[in-house]
């Protein structure tokens, strides 16, 4: 459910929110990127941290962040803003990932690790591809 939310934070309302807010090309384009930006610079400590603060602490994090952020949306009356949400919401993205999977690899059984972790990914990739049809 937390991927499809950012999804459907994502596309495809989010180009059209930004235009609203006087966003040309480029700038629409640094509003959609900005998440995965976040993602490249946090995601190796965030799982490295994990391994020092505890997978438990990070996983809540990340969970807060998807839970809140997309409500905050609809406050954003500029795109210096938008952009901020944007970093703030990937930083979700960023955390819960990489730990999830680190999560998943701890609990399970040595001979299903692939397992589990498929269908984790599997169910964060329906969720993603959800978003958008429901919006």
């Not at 807010?21 to 400590?45: E, N, Q």
């Not at 930083?91 to 680190?102: C, Q, R």
């Not at 609990?107 to 969720?127: D, E, F, I, N, V």
Request: aromatic share 8%; net charge positive.
């Amino acid at each position: 459910m937390a991927y499809c939310s950012y999804s459907i934070c994502r596309t495809p309302l989010r180009p059209l929110y930004a235009r609203e807010l006087g966003a040309g090309p480029s700038l629409i384009g640094l509003v959609m990127g900005a998440s995965t930006l976040t993602g490249i610079v946090v995601k190796l400590p965030a799982g490295a941290l994990s391994d020092i603060l505890g997978r438990r602490r990070l996983l809540m994090a990340g969970a807060l962040v998807f839970a809140s952020v997309p409500f905050t949306y609809l406050a954003a009356s500029t795109l210096a803003l938008l952009i901020l949400l944007r970093f703030a919401h990937g930083s979700a993205t960023a955390i819960f990932g990489p730990v999830a999977s680190a999560s998943l690899s701890d609990m399970a059984p040595p001979g299903s690790r692939g397992a589990w972790l498929s269908t984790y990914s599997t169910a964060q990739g329906a969720g993603q591809a959800l978003g958008p049809v429901l919006c």
